[in-house]
């Protein structure tokens, strides 16, 4: 990746963002409430970037993006992030939450089992709400034990994390949805 930019792209769920820097990408920005939060949040967060048109990499990462959010399947796995100044536990956190498949879900304990810490189910939340990097590493796939949406800290809170499970047609607890009874209905007979 070249120099330091950020670029804005619309997706189904809004106005989003891309921040990058030679190493990976440093940032994804979900959609704020008003026109040009967005724009004003990523200068904030980012302030040694400016924006820019994506390079064809980073471009090509904007392509994913709104691919995954219009219904697609792609892991997003394979992204380059630039990981510099991420604290190391926040690090393992991500990489479990990263082989979490679009359409899948997982709970804070779950992730803190996977990465031997039992206990750490609070520190797991911690992390995720912390999360630079939001799809790219899917911290809205991570629930709360219950079933419940647990914690976002993205724009828009646990509403966001919502509608960004159904856009991947996720499972968040065992009641059947739609997607599920249109298939396991029987037709009628005779007719």
Known sequence: MTAQGFALFDASIGRCGL?????????????ESSP???????????????????????????????DLLAGGRDDLADVVLDLDGQPAFN??????????????TSTYGEVARA???PGAARAVGKALG?????????CHRVLA?????????????AETKARLLTLERARTNAVPTLFDLEFSVAPPRGG
């Open 145 to 157: 034990s219950s079933g419940g949406m647990g914690g976002f800290s993205a724009p828009g809170g």
């Open 19 to 31: 921040a990058w820097g030679e190493r990976g990408l440093i940032g994804v920005q979900l959609p």
């Open 115 to 117: 990465m031997g810490e």
């Open 36 to 66: 040009g939060a967005a724009w004003a949040r990523l200068r904030r967060r980012f302030p040694g970037t400016i924006e820019m048109d994506p390079p064809p990499e980073v471009e090509a990462v904007i392509g994913r993006i709104q």
């Open 91 to 104: 690090l393992r956190v991500y990489e479990i939450a990263r082989a979490i498949a679009p359409g899948e």
């Open 130 to 138: 912390e999360n630079p990097w939001p799809i790219v590493v899917p």
